[in-house]
């Protein structure tokens, strides 16, 4: 049997799910399109969707949920150093993971991501290592570079100037990607992806890359599409995830006249026909498109109703008339208050990913 082969046999028995957990709030997801790793890049293979979400504030509930999260089939766990929470990702890892335990390290699956303090090339092996050991691993499945900017190098994961603003560094995303490359090459990480990247500096990574970028992960919603950014990824063989696909409607920081995507009527109509919720649309509405998607949820029937998008299909008219709903509106943009003026904190770094089209 070949590796691919091998792979998506192995990826077809596990479910084909994700966990995705920060500080704050824990992500469980079964995903259509789930990258499996071939013996190089990220395969998708398809598999029947599920999506549950739970929050936690607690990192000892971390712990627990990743317990209870495995011990239902739950294969493949998606972290980041900014979540603050690897070491409590780990306990469970050593009390389920590894030699005559309930799971074996090769059957599961764990991403990753590098912080913007650790872009130096010095200091991306190390970073990856603290995480490895955080999380008590040998390897990782998948490791990807948070944001394209960097902050000032040290352990202070916000670097602040008196005023509030950023410390940056200007340490150049290519050299910090050679450097994830040989993590690769020393078998730490089995691959390597992008986060919030835009489609130049995707091919700028891609010119450089001995070892290509298996995943983009960046916010997707009906309001920000990002069809051209998916297009454009597709084309180059990368895997999409998308985080706030409902569009966060609880983030603390948001305006009170920023639209609401929930509400949007057209959704809602579509919603009726089928009765289900706007958030269902929204979610079936990404799997059609074939772009995984994160969702989150703080209650048990939302949760539940997160499970209820594959028993049925959108039509064509109906996926394009959402597609049409794009604003290029994004949510979750890190912004500051300057001389009284809310603007977006990291627009000013050379690498700040938005200030291109896509």
Not at 122 to 145: H, I, S
Not at 205 to 218: C, G, R
Not at 310 to 316: N, P, Q, V
Not at 322 to 349: C, E, F, Q, S
Request: glycine residues 4%; hydrophobic residues 40%.
């Amino acid at each position: 049997m070949t590796a691919i082969a091998k792979s998506r046999d192995l990826f077809c028995l596990l479910h084909s799910c994700m966990l995705a957990l920060c500080a704050r709030s824990i992500f469980l997801f079964l995903l259509e399109c789930l990258p499996a790793l071939s013996s190089s890049p990220l395969r998708t293979v398809p598999q029947r969707p599920w999506i549950l979400v739970f929050e936690s504030h607690d990192l000892m509930q971390v712990k627990e949920a990743v317990k209870h999260a495995l011990s239902v089939g739950y294969r493949h766990i998606d972290c980041a150093a900014a979540y603050s929470n690897e070491a409590e990702v780990g306990e469970a890892f050593q009390e389920c993971v590894g030699p005559n335990k309930i799971i074996k390290r090769e059957d599961l699956f764990v991403t990753s991501k590098l912080w913007n303090t650790k872009h130096h090339p010095e200091d991306v092996e190390p970073a990856l290592r603290k995480t490895l050991g955080d999380m008590k691993l040998d390897y990782l499945d998948l490791y990807l570079m948070h944001w394209p900017h960097a902050f000032e190098r040290g352990d202070n994961l916000f670097p602040k100037n008196p005023d509030n603003t950023m410390r940056y560094d200007y340490t150049d995303y290519k050299d910090t990607w050679k450097a994830m490359e040989k993590l690769v090459e020393k078998g730490l990480v089995k691959a390597i992806g992008l986060s919030n990247f835009n489609s130049r500096q995707i091919d700028d990574v891609l010119s450089v890359a001995t070892v290509k970028p298996a995943v983009l992960q960046v916010e997707c919603h009906p309001y920000l599409a990002q069809n051209e950014l998916i297009a454009h990824c597709q084309k180059r063989g990368l895997v999409v995830t998308a985080y706030s696909p409902l569009g966060s409607p609880d983030r603390m920081w948001k305006q009170p006249d920023e639209p609401v995507l929930l509400e949007e009527p057209g959704i809602k109509t579509i919603a009726e026909k089928y009765s289900k919720s706007p958030a269902q649309i929204i979610l079936r509405w990404q799997v059609q498109r074939k772009v995984v998607v994160i969702p989150k949820s703080v209650t048990p029937a939302r949760i539940q109703q997160n499970l209820q998008v594959f028993d049925f299909s959108l039509t064509e008219e109906e996926m394009s008339h959402i597609g049409r709903l794009n604003k290029n509106w994004r949510y979750i943009v890190p912004m500051i208050t300057i001389d009284g003026k809310l603007v977006a904190r990291d627009a000013g770094h050379p690498h700040y990913p938005f200030n291109d089209p896509y």
